[in-house]
């Protein structure tokens, strides 16, 4: 027999939890399991899509909008949180409104990632001096990240809802589509395992590249931000090592993404610390959010995490 992860960890809460803790950890592993949990996913998302439209909207506020386009990712996020929101009551919105909002905010972010190569390349000396500029210029990466939410968002639009675990109809569907490889019908049931640990790799890179210059402009100040700088290696080589071994998968992933996710909740501690130990602290929190350091940004690497342990929790494709 196939081992998987949420069965041993479903058996290990059956076992030394108490009933009625085990009884909901066994509810959760299952369901995430079969790929039934669509509701609680748009809400993630919904969380996740209002931190990231106010990163980058005051991101974009320091540079006084002087594009149009820098107003789209304000927008779409808002128009993401709420389509979450909608997905989260409604099966049909979450299958139509909540998955073209978020092809649309993942387009913006490709187009927001060149917008901030050409803020790059126009700086004085452009592309010949890479480090000054990269450091200097607009976040490169950050338009990529932006599209986290987006990307757990289009996940969610394909997966099936919490009541659907033991309905009758959803067993004959399963029964029928067995021998489907179909991508969709791979996520639909969970099988989503090598797919999602490739993209942890990429996003464990834009992540772990956004913060080496962020805290390279402090200088490192502090021994904390080497963390998210020595973690991001470390998750983007075990995401790949998922990929090829089912095994790196179900062990090595889910503790490294653990510590990836920790790590950032620990970031954003160490970033509302250092917003409110500014001059004036909570007395100026607009100004002292705005030119402190970015608040919401350790939470996208966490979210790198979570797709991490997400992919150790799923189940393999079938190829």
């Known amino acids: ?5 949420t069965g041993a960890l479903e058996w290990s809460a059956d076992r030394n939890l108490p009933a009625p803790i085990s009884n909901v950890a066994v509810t959760v592993l299952e369901h995430l399991r079969e790929g039934c949990f669509q509701r609680s996913l748009c809400l993630i998302v919904a969380t996740t899509s209002v931190a990231s439209g106010l990163e980058v909207g005051y991101e974009h506020y320091k540079g006084s909008y002087s594009n149009p386009v820098m107003y789209t990712p304000v927008v779409l996020s808002s128009a993401l949180a709420g389509a ?30 060149f917008f901030h190569v050409r803020g790059v390349a126009r700086k004085p000396g452009g592309w010949s001096l890479p480090v000054t500029n990269s450091v200097m210029g607009p976040p490169i990466f950050a338009p990529l990240l932006f599209g986290t939410s987006a990307y757990l968002g289009l996940m969610a639009s394909y997966l099936r809802r919490e009541e659907d675990l033991h309905g009758l109809r959803e067993r004959f569907n399963e029964i029928v589509e067995t021998g489907s490889s179909d991508w969709r019908t791979e996520l ?3 099988r989503f395992q090598k797919h999602l640990s490739a993209v942890t790799v990429l996003w464990a890179f834009f992540s772990g590249f956004e913060a080496l210059y962020s805290h390279y402009k402090t200088n490192f100040r502090y021994k904390a931000q080497w963390t998210p700088v020595i973690l991001a290696p470390l998750v983007m080589v075990a995401a790949a090592g998922a990929v090829k071994s089912r095994r790196i998968a179900n062990t090595v992933l889910p503790i490294v993404s653990a510590l990836a996710l920790a790590d950032g909740g620990i970031g954003f501690y160490y970033h509302a610390r250092g917003i409110v130990r500014r001059p004036a602290g909570i007395k100026k929190p607009l100004y002292n959010t705005l030119y402190g350091p970015p608040i919401f940004a350790p939470l996208l690497f966490a979210a790198c995490g979570f797709l991490g ?7 393999r494709e079938k190829r």
């Open 84 to 113: 979450s929101l909608l997905g989260a009551f409604n099966r049909r919105a979450a299958r139509t409104v909540l998955r073209w909002v978020s092809v649309a905010t993942l387009a913006d972010g490709i187009i927001g990632f």
């Open 1 to 5: 027999m196939t081992f998987v992860l």
């Open 188 to 190: 639909r049931y969970g």
């Open 309 to 315: 342990l997400m992919a150790s929790l799923l189940r």
